[in-house]
């Protein structure tokens, strides 16, 4: 029998059955679908991390203090490490230490509410120095200025308040000159930040207050080291050779010989799109690993059908037999009605999954996240093609097997 004719039988055998082709089919549907959707929206998420990071630029370098965190717990052991302080600032603002170095800034983050005249909002407290959301992100205050290097050093309560800020504090009223209360200490508000919204999906600087960070360190946390320090190199070229710089600097001030022993760590741009790319790719397979258990499901499923319709076609196996029929022939037959299953199942599912991926990010771009952009790979598809015929061969393989063996007279006797 030629495959042209054995395809037409199980095209007919298939259309002859259309609920159980249908329940069958919508196993697969369902776990392509899955892939499909976790697979784009995964490289959606890469997409726009990797976007935003790129967009601080490749001269922005982040020292941390503490070892690099391997896990929550590293996580917090870093957020409680004290390595960092003005020593190190001092040290590393030295031309001789890191030649390279462009501006440099510490930070700190504050936990609590900025409160007016009965009036309360959380905002993102920083301590920081001000001036740096124009450096990074080309946004100056429409009100006011940002306060200065020579607020820093004489600890002045002043506050860079965002629009939102603003406008849940003072509504419509003017805010520049105003004292707002931040822990017990009030502030008084020197710029307002322009109505920007959100520079990057996970900072929207119309919701920051920002403040000295030698005046957050001393009225609002009570403590003498940072969080973090930031740093502009020169030019992108040469952020290699300023890590190296930074990271000798730090070992000689902290007595340190064993890199393994370093009680900070540096991280730039490249650093953190590299991380990225791993934490992205670690949790697509995990999360693509989960969705695939639901293929494995309608792949059993597919095996039982198959079962079925060996059993109701005994006696047609056994009849095409007594006529001729090779075992050859009954085993192409019912492998592929099992791929042609699996494939119809695939691409629907591919269909499918294309359409919710879609509508997710428009959801996702609409309620949260406004940069974010629907992407779909070309890989993914095929990927849900290829997994859809291999689980059909897979699964049809058996079934198929024990149709080819069965012996023409007693097929012919089944009842």
Partial sequence: MSIKHTIKSVLLGLKTNKSRSFLTIFGIVI???????????????????????????GNFVTINPGKQPDGPQGMAGTLLSDSLGARELRALKKESNVPNLKDITPAVVVSGNVSYQGESYKPTIYGWSADWIGK??????????????????????????GHKVKEELFGMSEALGKKVKIK???????????????VSSFMDISKFAVVPYSTAQKYLLGQSHYQEI?????????????VKDIERTLRNLHDIEDPDNDDFYVTTSADMIERIGLITTVLKVLLTS?????????????????????????REIGLRKALG???????????????ILTLIGGFFGVLFGIGLSYLASLILKAQFISSWQFGISLPAIFL????????????????AKKASLKSPIEALRYE
């Fill in 31 to 57: 776990g392509i679908t899955s892939v499909i959707l976790v697979m784009s929206i995964g490289q959606a998420a890469e997409t726009l991390i990797i976007s935003e990071i790129e967009a601080l630029g």
């Fill in 136 to 161: 990074i992100y080309d946004i100056y205050p429409e009100k006011g200025n940002y306060f200065t290097e020579s607020d820093i050093e004489a600890y002045k309560p002043v506050v860079v308040i």
């Fill in 184 to 198: 017990n200490k009030y502030f008084r508000v020197v710029g307002v930040l322009p109505d920007k919204g959100k």
């Fill in 230 to 242: 930031n740093i502009l190199a020169k030019n992108e070229q040469v952020v290699p050779g300023m």
């Fill in 290 to 314: 989960i969705a695939a258990v639901s293929l494995l499901v309608g792949g059993i499923g597919i095996m039982n059908i198959m079962l079925v319709s060996v059993t109701e076609k005994t």
């Fill in 325 to 339: 029929a090779k075992k050859k022939d009954i085993l192409l037959h019912f492998l592929f009605e099992s791929v």
């Fill in 384 to 399: 849900g093609i290829g997994v859809a015929g291999f689980v059909g061969l897979v699964f049809g393989i058996y079934p």
